[in-house]
């Protein structure tokens, strides 16, 4: 807090002083008193109220610099509350006070809201468990009947379902994930088995390279990435996709390519974004945006990255990067 803001901020009662003042010089003057005595008043009341405005100033500076400060410093600037202490001066113990009851109050909030959000995320896994019950029978009855057309619908929904599921659990993932060295190769496996009649039924020729790799990541959660990457594939006509790993010093990359469409050059730049459907999902198919946004939401709540590189018409290559530290070496 500079010196001449404040005395700016009480300029009215500077300028009530002044007129005071001059009044008060002139009502004396008319009462014939001697100028000597006058402009000894007149220094002693102005050094007096310059006295008064310095030492107001001199106590309040420390609390409102302060208080600056931590407002600047802070990440969470809610959190200002908790570094402000009470002063000796009434304006400064009333805005404290103000801060501390604002901050409770969006605590409890916070912490309400918070309990709503777990109650419906519970409610939404136990739905989509309860769900997938009896979509899981008509598929038996499906593939028991022979019946492809509406099996292939029932695996739609069943993968709509999973999404939903793996959305709700990924805003609290680091509850229901655990990190371990995992077969990069089984669970790509695990995941083109779950696929294997559809890609024959589309005739897509599936091949790997390279695979045979250890990385650190969650098993369950690495399957639903690839089945993301490979039900885009099928949907945006693919006949081959390709799945290699290369490794670096300092990573591991997996490279999911395909040879379908491939994604204009305009949407590269936003198809991890949430919602995000571009020209494809306008054109070719109904796409709800949120099949690439959940793979890349949890790739960060893994430590891993992924980004995408595509020609349209020709291929789209998702990249995945898998951290390597001394814990995977030593298993």
Not at 36 to 52: D, H, K, R, Y
Not at 93 to 121: G, P, Q, T, W, Y
Not at 235 to 264: C, H, M, Q, W
Not at 287 to 316: D, F, P
Request: charged share 25%.
């Amino acid at each position: 807090m500079r010196f001449s803001a404040y005395l700016k901020d009480r300029l009215p009662a500077i300028i009530i002083f002044v007129v005071s003042l001059l009044l008060s010089l002139i009502f004396l003057r008319a009462y014939h008193v001697i100028t000597e005595a006058l402009a000894v008043l007149c220094v002693i009341l102005t050094a007096g109220a310059f006295s008064v405005f310095l030492w107001d100033y001199l106590r309040k500076k420390p609390f409102y610099d302060k208080l600056q400060n931590c407002i600047n410093e802070l990440d969470q600037k809610y959190l200002i509350s908790e570094m402000v202490t009470s002063p000796d001066f009434l304006e400064g113990r009333i805005l404290a006070d103000v801060l501390k009851d604002c901050d409770h109050s969006m605590c409890d909030n916070v912490a309400l809201h918070r309990r709503e959000a777990a109650e419906f995320r519970e409610y939404i896994e136990i739905w989509v468990h309860e769900v997938k019950l009896p979509v899981g029978g008509l598929q038996l009855m499906c593939h028991n009947d022979g019946n492809s057309k509406y099996s292939e619908q029932l695996k739609r929904i069943d993968d709509y379902i999973e999404n939903v599921l793996y959305y709700a659990r990924s805003r609290n993932a680091e509850k229901d994930y655990i990190i371990k060295k995992t077969s990069l190769k089984r669970a790509f496996i695990d995941t083109a088995i779950r696929y294997r009649e559809e890609l024959q039924e589309r005739g897509i020729a599936l091949s790997t390279e390279n695979l045979d790799m250890d990385i650190m990541t969650d098993a369950k959660w690495l399957g639903f990435i690839f089945s993301q990457l490979m039900g885009n594939s099928m949907k945006y006509e693919a006949t081959e996709i390709t799945v290699t790993a290369e490794e670096t010093p300092d990573s591991i990359s997996l490279r999911f390519r395909d040879n379908g469409i491939g994604i204009p050059e305009s949407d590269l730049p936003y198809i991890f974004e949430k919602s995000f459907t571009g020209e494809n999902g306008r054109t070719h198919t109904r796409s709800t945006g949120m099949g690439l946004y959940i793979v890349s939401m949890l790739c960060q709540k893994l430590g891993h990255s992924v980004s995408a590189k595509s020609v349209q018409g020709e291929y789209t290559e998702i990249i995945i990067s898998f951290g390597k530290n001394d814990f995977l070496d030593v298993q």
